[in-house]
């Protein structure tokens, strides 16, 4: 069965960094991985997507050029690395899977969710 464990989250104030970790589990062939954020009130929202099949990528505009999504296939990892952190990304984050790829980073096209984890920015 397919398993999602986020971790590496926490505090930081504005302008710093953190690297959420999503250990993967349970996918037999290609799958693609997405991070979204979710703040009370609000739907999740995609951050960030990347493809076991070709390794592409996708990024919301509001993440682009600080955020970087990668894979480690020898330790069965997606990383999202968050550079130059602003308040406005607070929120809770998930990992989500799928099998296959997909061109879109969006929350109908992910099946398998984590748990989620906390990221606080202060201003």
């Known amino acids: 069965q397919v398993q999602l464990i986020e971790s590496g989250g926490g505090l930081v104030q504005a302008g710093g960094s953190l690297r959420l970790s999503c250990a993967v589990s349970?996918?037999?062939?290609?799958?693609?991985i997405g991070w979204f954020r979710q703040v009370p009130g609000k739907e999740r929202v995609g951050v960030s997507c990347?493809?076991?099949?070709?390794?592409?990528?996708v990024y919301a505009d509001s993440v682009k050029g600080r955020f970087t999504i990668s894979r480690n296939n020898a330790q069965n990892t997606v990383v999202l690395q968050m550079n130059n952190l602003k308040y406005e990304d607070t929120g809770v984050y998930y990992c989500?899977?799928?099998?296959?790829?997909?061109?879109?980073?969006?929350?109908?096209?992910?099946?398998?969710w984590g748990q989620g984890i906390q990221v606080t920015v202060s201003s």
């Open positions: 990347v493809s076991s099949k070709d390794d592409s990528t």
């Open positions: 989500a899977g799928r099998h296959g790829s997909t061109w879109f980073c969006s929350l109908a096209e992910f099946d398998y």
């Open positions: 349970g996918f037999p062939d290609y799958y693609a």
